[in-house]
T-cell receptor, first 111, second 115 residues
Framework: GAGVSQSPSNKVTEKGKDVELRCDPI?????LYWYRQSLGQGLEFLIYFQGNSAPDKSGLPSDRFSAERTGGSVSTLTIQRTQQEDSAVYLC?????????FGQGTRLTVV | AQSVTQLGSHVSVSEGALVLLRCNYSSSVPPYLFWYVQYPNQGLQLLLKYTSAATLVKGINGFEAEFKKSETSFHLTKPSAHMSDAAEYFCAVSEKGSSASKIIFGSGTRLSIRP
């Protein structure tokens, strides 16, 4: 596609439920990032995929968070047993080695 | 290891005044440097980038930034602020010559414009 695509754009879920957020990167981009942005806050790094290398998971806040990238393309961020503090905008970005291109994000609301 | 520091989480200027957003970086190898802008309720978009030769980089909407190796800085400027410039600005760094280098973002600076 022309840009990074994220789905859904908005997600409302009940506390304790699991959610999956999807990211379709720009075709051919080997690097993929997930960030979290809470209301009025900066970017919180979550996880980084680069080619076939082991992902950098150093930013995942707890073991309730996981992500995978299938076939070096689409990525899914999964949050298990969601908590109210998980409410935020989740941003995905992809890169071919220079600048990163961002999707519009998924706004997650946990009620 | 790379890092980037943005001085000032919030900057407020009057319309028509100079905008100066500060960014200092740390990198053990020559860096790529970027400024991104995030308008309210939108994603991040690239404002400008430094990747090699020209140390003064011009971006969209009249913004520019100068790479100063001796000061390890990449400050963002605009001669005359406009109300539409109100946004969050992020500085970022990655390692030149390495396709495997992770892009590191600063904590962001919120720019407010006073009428």
């Amino acid at each position: 596609g022309a840009g990074v695509s994220q789905s859904p754009s908005n997600k409302v879920t009940e506390k304790g439920k699991d959610v999956e957020l999807r990211c379709d990167p720009i075709s051919g981009h080997t690097a993929l990032y997930w960030y979290r942005q809470s209301l009025g806050q900066g970017l919180e790094f979550l996880i980084y995929f680069q080619g076939n290398s082991a992902p950098d998971k150093s930013g995942l806040p707890s073991d309730r968070f996981s992500a995978e990238r299938t076939g070096g393309s689409v990525s899914t961020l999964t949050i298990q047993r969601t908590q109210q503090e998980d409410s935020a905008v989740y941003l995905c970005a992809s890169s071919s080695g220079r600048e990163a291109f961002f999707g519009q994000g998924t706004r997650l609301t946990v009620v | 290891a790379q890092s980037v520091t943005q001085l000032g989480s919030h900057v407020s200027v009057s319309e028509g005044a100079l905008v100066l957003l500060r960014c200092n970086y740390s990198s053990s190898v020559p860096p790529y440097l970027f400024w991104y802008v995030q308008y309210p309720n939108q994603g991040l978009q690239l404002l400008l980038k430094y990747t090699s030769a020209a140390t003064l980089v011009k971006g969209i909407n009249g913004f520019e930034a100068e790479f100063k190796k001796s000061e390890t800085s990449f400050h963002l400027t605009k001669p005359s602020a406009h109300m539409s410039d109100a946004a969050e600005y992020f500085c970022a760094v990655s390692e030149k010559g390495s396709s495997a280098s992770k892009i590191i973002f600063g904590s962001g600076t919120r720019l407010s414009i006073r009428p």
